[in-house]
Nanobody, 124 residues
Framework: QVQLVESEGGLVRAGGSLRLSCAAS????????MGWFRQAPGKEREFVAA????????YYADSVKGRFTISRDNANNTLYLQMSSLKPEDTAVYYC?????????????????WGQGTQVTVSS
């Protein structure tokens, strides 16, 4: 059984930074892609970033490119999302996710496992 547990989010002022982590347990193969998504009230869940280690690749939504960095520590089975220059429009519940196949993906329906989500609120 796969479990993904996000760290606590928080309240940050615009322009600030926050790092999210996601601890994975169970049969998460190190080669499988993992990603972050977010969902704001009244909106669909949207792709934020994804990472695959072999071969190495990262993908970002245009809205976060240059501000967010996804990384992964396979030795500790942990996924990270470093968020900088945060904006009020980044306010959402953030979810980590994992796939069971080797191809990287940006659509939430293509991910098989999900964390419970963590709230990130950016004040103006």
């Amino acid at each position: 059984q796969v479990q993904l547990v996000e760290s606590e989010g928080g309240l940050v002022r615009a322009g600030g930074s926050l790092r999210l982590s996601c601890a994975a347990s169970g049969r998460i193969f190190s080669s499988y892609p993992m990603g972050w998504f977010r969902q704001a009230p009244g909106k669909e869940r949207e792709f934020v970033a994804a990472i695959r280690l072999n071969p190495y690749a990262t993908y970002y939504a245009d809205s976060v490119k240059g501000r967010f960095t996804i990384s992964r520590d396979n030795a500790n089975n942990t996924l990270y999302l470093q968020m900088s220059s945060l904006k009020p429009e980044d306010t959402a519940v953030y979810y980590c996710a994992a796939r069971k196949t080797y191809t990287i993906a940006t659509r939430y329906l293509e991910y098989n496992y999900w964390g419970q989500g963590t709230q990130v609120t950016v004040s103006s």
